[in-house]
């Protein structure tokens, strides 16, 4: 059987910075035909990490509807269906997803009144 690359794209957000801090889990957007066995190696492999377990939610795209200026003009459009894969590390392990460069903080120098 032939395995799947899998893309993984990490959603960057305020919810998932949150699960990554407390719950050690990363999210990720993947391919619809990738399976949970398919997203644990590639995480694995790509970062080096432990998985602890997988889980994998779709939502379908929104239906979305432009007007144009006088109502003349109505476009009908679909966003793209998303599929999610959260993705739970082994104690200890961690992405450097949300990483960040912490700058020494200067003084600033005091202004002196005449």
């Not at 995480?43 to 997988?54: F, P, R």
């Not at 476009?75 to 200890?92: E, M, P, S």
């Amino acid at each position: 059987m032939k395995r799947l690359a899998v893309i993984l794209k990490p959603r960057l957000s305020e919810k998932v910075y949150g699960l990554s801090q407390t719950q050690n889990t990363y999210v990720f957007d993947v391919s619809r035909d990738a399976n949970k066995h398919d997203i644990a190696e590639a995480v694995k492999n790509q970062y080096e990490v432990g998985i602890k377990s997988v889980r994998v939610a779709s939502s379908r795209g929104k239906s979305q509807r432009s007007l144009r200026r006088g109502g003349r003009s109505v476009r009908h459009f679909q966003r793209a269906n998303i599929r999610k894969a959260y993705v739970t590390l082994k104690d200890g392990d961690k992405l450097p997803i949300f990483a960040a460069v912490e700058e020494p903080a200067t003084k600033k120098p005091v202004k002196e009144s005449k």
